[in-house]
């Protein structure tokens, strides 16, 4: 497998040279060049933070600025950032309002966050929220283990938050509603292809040519099931309906939409997979009030979509309608 990098090891690194060079008027390398923030702080507004490993790009650096993120903490290829990046970010965008984490739910991210926030905290300086995404329906609910895993509706909830914080809500609250929008999301993903992994060059799984894998994560993990490869339609619909199952109902409720890229898939996959999706939702009583389709939650080179649901009601809607100016997304 080609990609185009110096090495492995420094491919993470790299990457965010070349992204704060090219998005220099909305970002900078925070303290040790130890994680991304905004260049312009707003005083008095609660800090949001997230992160993860590098290969999910444009999530999380892609994310910092204007009505979104004042920081993101990388990690290596699929590896989780360290508490001392955290822990630096805290320390240098907290203006005082306190700082809010929304973090994915795996292992290595809420270990490493919550140990963050604890050396925040400890130093009786900073407050600190958190919240934990779990809006993957593909991983099953359980009483024990670390349960859904935090994917594509991660954006939805720093895009949400995001907007709230810059409204100047304070930190209690965005935690009430962070969690909420977190409640209020489901998705589910698809892959055609397994993920190259810059240190093995390997894919991370492989599928015959009638085959593809239902329910992958984000970090190049197999799904719950490998099924025979079917038409976009009869795939939409697979995925679709296992989301409403886990809602229960939408019938007359509003949604957003989201159909998004794991890495590599065409935007024109994209845009056909969001209008059969559209069409199968409303024929079933949702309302589509809004609406995002792109690449911006990956897992490097994955051939596959995702599509998230967001329930909105109207302070939801006014949020995520909010302005947004980031390297990845802006209106």
């Given amino acids: 497998m080609k990609k185009f990098m110096n090495s492995a090891g420094t491919l993470a690194q790299d990457s965010l040279e070349g992204f704060v060079a090219a998005h220099g008027d909305i970002v900078m390398f925070g303290a040790g060049r130890k994680y991304v923030r905004r260049r312009m702080l707003s005083p008095g507004k609660v800090a949001i933070i997230s992160g993860g490993g590098a290969g999910h790009e444009p999530m999380h650096t892609g994310f910092v600025g204007h009505g979104m993120l004042d920081a993101a903490c990388t990690g290596y ?3 989780s950032p360290t508490p001392d990046q955290i822990y630096a970010a805290i320390r240098e965008t907290d203006n005082g309002a306190g700082t809010l984490l ?3 739910n795996y292992d290595g991210d809420v270990m490493n966050f919550e140990m963050a926030a604890e050396m925040a905290i400890s130093g009786g300086t900073h407050r600190v929220e958190t919240i934990i995404v779990n809006d ?9 283990g670390t349960g859904r895993r935090g994917v594509a509706g991660t954006l939805v909830v720093e895009k949400i938050a995001g907007a709230a914080a810059q409204a100047g809500t304070p930190l209690e609250e965005l935690k009430v509603l962070g969690d909420a929008v977190v409640g209020a999301t489901r998705t589910m993903g698809v892959a055609l292809k397994g993920t190259t992994v810059p240190q093995t060059t390997r894919e991370t799984f492989l599928l015959g040519p009638d085959e593809m894998e239902v329910g992958v994560g984000i970090h190049g993990e197999p799904g719950r099931s490998r099924d025979k490869l079917t038409d976009a339609s009869s795939i939409v619909a697979l995925v679709c309906g296992h989301i409403l199952d886990d809602f229960g109902s939408l019938d007359g409720q509003s949604v957003l939409l989201f159909v998004n890229g794991l ?3 065409p935007q024109s996959e994209l845009y056909l ?3 059969l999706a559209r069409a199968f939702l409303e024929a079933r009583g949702v309302v589509i009030a809004r609406s995002l389709v792109g690449t911006y939650v990956t ?3 994955m051939a596959g979509i995702s599509i998230t649901v967001t329930q909105l009601d109207e302070r939801l809607t006014r949020l995520w309608d909010a302005p947004v100016l980031t390297a990845a997304l802006r209106w």
């Fill in 102 to 104: 929304i973090v994915k």
């Fill in 77 to 79: 290829v699929f590896t």
């Fill in 136 to 144: 993957d329906i593909a991983v099953e609910r359980s009483a024990r």
């Fill in 263 to 265: 890495g590599g898939t």
């Fill in 299 to 301: 897992s490097l080179d």
């Fill in 273 to 275: 997979v969001f209008g």
